[in-house]
C-alpha cells in the first residue's frame, strides 16, 4: 500500500565522474491519490447546484389606479377554499370548472374576447399553490391583463347561491 | 482431470490520463460550486411553467414558511447591515414581522432602487400570508415581483 518502488534495481556503479546518471524509473502507486481525488469529486458533482429555481412574473396594477371596466368582458375567477374554481363573465352567476380543463377554457375565452380583463379572487384559506397554479395558466394562455383581488364573504355567498342552485 | 492453474499475469495500467481527468474535474466542479445558501426554513415550492431563472444578484427575497413566519432576505452583504444592522450582515434572512416588511422593502428599494423583489411561498402554506405580503409590497409601491417556483415537469 502506497509503497514507492523503484523500478529495476539496476545497479549503477561508479565508472565515472562525468559519467551521466542513469534514470532510475520511479513507479508511483497513485491508487490512494485517485481514491481521494474522486471521492472529492463526487462530493463536489453532488453539491453543485446548477439548477436555480424558476421565476414567475407579476405585475399587479399599483393600488391607487382605478381602472374603468367593461363588465361583459370582465371575467371573474374565484379559488374557493377547498380548490375548487368557479368563473363568470361580467354579472353572470359563477359556474364550477374543473382544474384540468382549465388550460384550454382559458384559451377560448381569451381567443373570443381578447381584451378581456381577469380578476381572480383566492380565498385567503386556499393553498398558495392552487394559487400559483391558476396564474400560471393565464401566463400560459397569455392573459397579461389580470389582477388579484381577496375572496370576501359577499363572494363566498355567492357562490354557494350558485352552487345550491346548479 | 487436473485443472491447470492460470498463470497470473501482472497489470500494470497507466493512471495517469485517469488522474488528470479526474482532477479537471475536480477543479472544475470546485471552482464552479455555489454552496446552498442555509435555509432559514424548510420550503417546499409550487411548481409553474415559467421561463425565467432567478436572478443572481440585486434580489430582495420575501420567505413566508408554512408555520407563518415571515424572513426578509437580501443578497447583498452591505444592505444587510444597512437595514439590519452589523450583527446581522452575515445571515442570509432576517425573521421580520408583517408590519416592518413595509418600511423595510422601502429602504432597502430607496438604498438599491435595481434591487428585484421575490416572493418564496411554501406550496402547502396558505394564500392568506401570501396576500398580505403582496399587499404590503403594493403600499411599499413595487408593483412588480416575482414568485418562485420549481419547474414543473409533469406537463
Given at each position: 500500500?502506497?509503497?514507492?518502488?523503484?523500478?529495476?534495481?539496476?545497479?549503477?556503479?561508479?565508472?565515472?565522474?562525468?559519467?551521466?546518471?542513469?534514470?532510475?524509473?520511479?513507479?508511483?502507486?497513485?491508487?490512494?491519490?485517485?481514491?481521494?481525488?474522486?471521492?472529492?469529486?463526487?462530493?463536489?458533482?453532488?453539491?453543485?447546484?446548477?439548477?436555480?429555481?424558476?421565476?414567475?412574473?407579476?405585475?399587479?396594477?399599483?393600488?391607487?389606479?382605478?381602472?374603468?371596466?367593461t363588465e361583459s368582458s370582465l371575467m371573474l375567477l374565484r379559488l374557493?377554499?377547498?380548490?375548487?374554481?368557479?368563473?363568470?363573465?361580467?354579472?353572470?352567476?359563477?359556474?364550477?370548472?374543473?382544474?384540468?380543463?382549465?388550460?384550454?377554457?382559458?384559451?377560448?375565452?381569451?381567443?373570443?374576447?381578447?381584451?378581456?380583463?381577469?380578476?381572480?379572487?383566492?380565498?385567503?384559506?386556499?393553498?398558495?399553490?392552487?394559487?400559483?397554479?391558476?396564474?400560471?395558466?393565464?401566463?400560459?394562455?397569455?392573459?397579461?391583463?389580470?389582477?388579484?383581488?381577496?375572496?370576501?364573504?359577499?363572494?363566498?355567498?355567492?357562490?354557494?347561491?350558485?352552487?345550491?342552485?346548479? | 482431470?487436473?485443472?491447470?492453474?492460470?498463470?497470473?499475469?501482472?497489470?500494470?495500467?497507466?493512471?495517469?490520463?485517469?488522474?488528470?481527468?479526474?482532477?479537471?474535474?475536480?477543479?472544475?466542479?470546485?471552482?464552479?460550486?455555489?454552496?446552498?445558501?442555509?435555509?432559514?426554513?424548510?420550503?417546499?415550492?409550487?411548481?409553474?411553467?415559467?421561463?425565467?431563472?432567478?436572478?443572481?444578484?440585486?434580489?430582495?427575497?420575501?420567505?413566508?414558511?408554512?408555520?407563518?413566519?415571515?424572513?426578509?432576505?437580501?443578497?447583498?452583504?452591505?444592505?444587510?447591515?444597512?437595514?439590519?444592522?452589523?450583527?446581522?450582515?452575515?445571515?442570509?434572512?432576517?425573521?421580520?414581522?408583517?408590519?416592518?416588511?413595509?418600511?423595510?422593502?422601502?429602504?432597502?428599494?430607496?438604498?438599491?432602487?435595481?434591487?428585484?423583489?421575490?416572493?418564496?411561498?411554501?406550496?402547502?402554506?396558505?394564500?392568506?400570508?401570501?396576500?398580505?405580503?403582496?399587499?404590503?409590497?403594493?403600499?411599499?409601491?413595487?408593483?412588480?415581483?416575482?414568485?418562485?417556483?420549481?419547474?414543473?415537469?409533469?406537463?
Amino acid at each position: 500500500m502506497g509503497a514507492v518502488d523503484i523500478g529495476g534495481g539496476r545497479q549503477h556503479g561508479k565508472k565515472g565522474k562525468h559519467k551521466k546518471m542513469r534514470r532510475i524509473g520511479v513507479r508511483l502507486d497513485m491508487t490512494p491519490l485517485v481514491d481521494v481525488a474522486f471521492l472529492l469529486l463526487t462530493f463536489f458533482m453532488l453539491t453543485t447546484t446548477f439548477s436555480l429555481p424558476q421565476v414567475m412574473d407579476i405585475t399587479l396594477p399599483p393600488s391607487e389606479t382605478k381602472s374603468e371596466v367593461t363588465e361583459s368582458s370582465l371575467m371573474l375567477l374565484r379559488l374557493m377554499e377547498n380548490g375548487t374554481i368557479y368563473w363568470n363573465m361580467g354579472t353572470e352567476s359563477p359556474r364550477a370548472l374543473e382544474p384540468n380543463t382549465l388550460r384550454a377554457f382559458l384559451k377560448e375565452r381569451i381567443n373570443t374576447n381578447p381584451n378581456m380583463i381577469t380578476l381572480v379572487k383566492v380565498d385567503r384559506k386556499s393553498k398558495y399553490s392552487n394559487m400559483v397554479k391558476i396564474i400560471d395558466e393565464l401566463h400560459l394562455a397569455n392573459i397579461t391583463r389580470y389582477s388579484l383581488a381577496p375572496l370576501l364573504d359577499p363572494d363566498k355567498k355567492i357562490v354557494e347561491d350558485a352552487a345550491g342552485k346548479s | 482431470m487436473a485443472r491447470f492453474k492460470k498463470k497470473r499475469v501482472g497489470i500494470s495500467l497507466d493512471m495517469t490520463p485517469l488522474v488528470d481527468v479526474a482532477f479537471l474535474l475536480l477543479t472544475f466542479f470546485m471552482l464552479t460550486t455555489k454552496f446552498k445558501p442555509v435555509e432559514e426554513a424548510q420550503i417546499v415550492l409550487p411548481e409553474s411553467h415559467a421561463k425565467y431563472k432567478i436572478p443572481e444578484s440585486d434580489v430582495m427575497t420575501i420567505t413566508f414558511s408554512p408555520d407563518g413566519k415571515l424572513y426578509l432576505g437580501l443578497d447583498s452583504q452591505q444592505l444587510r447591515a444597512q437595514l439590519f444592522g452589523d450583527q446581522n450582515k452575515l445571515k442570509p434572512a432576517i425573521p421580520i414581522s408583517m408590519e416592518e416588511l413595509v418600511p423595510l422593502a422601502q429602504q432597502a428599494r430607496s438604498a438599491n432602487p435595481k434591487l428585484r423583489t421575490v416572493i418564496r411561498g411554501d406550496k402547502d402554506s396558505m394564500y392568506g400570508p401570501a396576500e398580505d405580503v403582496m399587499n404590503a409590497l403594493q403600499k411599499a409601491n413595487i408593483a412588480r415581483f416575482e414568485l418562485v417556483t420549481e419547474m414543473d415537469r409533469k406537463d
